[in-house]
């Protein structure tokens, strides 16, 4: 399978990083041009390949430009490229991003910051049953992945008893799974390969929020 993505990707972050200005941004436009341009070939050849495995919706390639209104940093570039995929609501939940960065790619999916009703919702799934934990033990996951990543509360949410033996998990506020990345296996021939293995790690978790999150306290569907 063709790879999309070059050394050059690499080389024009890594000297974006060290002259993070206007001025020079400017100057080496033409780089970034054909790094975006690689950068937009590779997410679109993605989402063709993820398509084949689930239904996606929207997906989104991020403006490398920071809004840097309200952050004490204020650098105008980002140092890395990104995309997000979306899987296409409502008989599908969450979503699937990748990140190229020197030194700090990865791939992860998940739900970030679940709204009210649908944290409520996660955790009476977890509670009831332990169908999330048996897909989080799945060894290939753990190896890959290495478990469950994301915020949590400090005791027992409202409601749940700080006893329970999934108290761990109904703690959690964010659901997200990762999977870390060198830049040798960001520029290997089998790379796209490498983010459709790691979907298909991540879609039984997937699959198992888009059932608790489409269905209520009965398992009864809400769409």
Sequence with gaps: ??????????????????????????????????????????????????????????????????????????TPYKNHMAAI??????HNRGSFYVHIEPGNSFIGGG??????????RIRQGIEMDDELQVILND????????????????????????????????????FILTRPLTDDEVLSSNFIGTVIETYKLMQPFFMYMTDVLTTDANGESIL
């Excluded at 997410?43 to 840097?68: M, N, P, W």
């Excluded at 739900?111 to 409520?120: A, I, V």
């Excluded at 753990?142 to 409202?158: D, F, H, R």
């Design 85 to 90: 995929f979306m899987r296409k609501q409502p």
């Design 1 to 74: 399978m063709k790879n999309f993505l070059s050394p050059a990707i690499f080389n024009f972050l890594k000297n974006l990083q060290k002259n993070n200005n206007r001025d020079w941004f400017i100057a080496n436009k033409a780089e970034f041009e054909s790094a975006k341009g690689e950068m937009q070939a590779f997410f679109e050849a993605t989402l063709v390949q993820l398509e084949r495995e689930d239904e996606f919706g929207k997906s989104k390639v991020y403006r490398i430009y920071r809004d840097a209104r309200f952050s004490q940093d204020k």
């Design 139 to 174: 060894q290939t996951l753990i190896q890959k992945l290495g478990g469950l990543q994301g915020e949590s509360v400090k005791t027992a949410p409202k409601g749940f008893s700080k006893d329970h033996p999934r108290i761990d998990l109904l703690r959690k506020k964010q």
């Design 111 to 120: 739900f970030w910051n679940p709204e009210k009703d649908d944290l409520l």
